[in-house]
């Protein structure tokens, strides 16, 4: 079991940054991959960015360039560095955790990004 627990979501200006946290407790956590996905009202859930155990990352097209995902095996964190914000970015953000080869996989709560002027 994987619990996860995300944090950093708020308002902010177009233009702006934001740092998104999740941590995660309750297993190993350097093994997972780990995701950041969004939602909108009345949209599916959309894939953001992903950090692989072995560090490799990858992203959105319309993210590419803007958005850094990072983690720290330390701390069983993963972070999401939003810069350059969008009123388009607006959503809320999830974290999950995933390992190759394996169907379970954990969400948290989610955390509200508002971009608005």
């Known amino acids: 079991q994987v619990q996860l627990v995300e944090s950093g979501g708020g308002l902010v200006q177009p233009g702006g940054s934001l740092r998104l946290s999740c941590v995660a407790s309750g297993s190993i956590f350097n093994v997972y991959t780990m995701d950041w996905y969004r939602q909108t009202p009345g949209n599916q859930r959309e894939f953001v960015a992903r950090?692989?155990?072995?560090?490799?990352?990858s992203y959105a097209g319309p993210v590419e360039g803007r958005f850094t995902i990072s983690r720290d095996n330390a701390k069983n964190g993963v972070y999401l560095q939003m810069n350059s914000l969008k009123p388009e970015d607006t959503a809320v953000y999830y974290c999950?955790?995933?390992?190759?080869?394996?169907?379970?996989?954990?969400w948290g709560q989610g955390t509200q990004v508002t971009v608005s002027s």
């Open positions: 999950r955790a995933s390992r190759p080869f394996r169907s379970t996989e954990y």
């Open positions: 950090i692989t155990s072995g560090l490799s990352t």
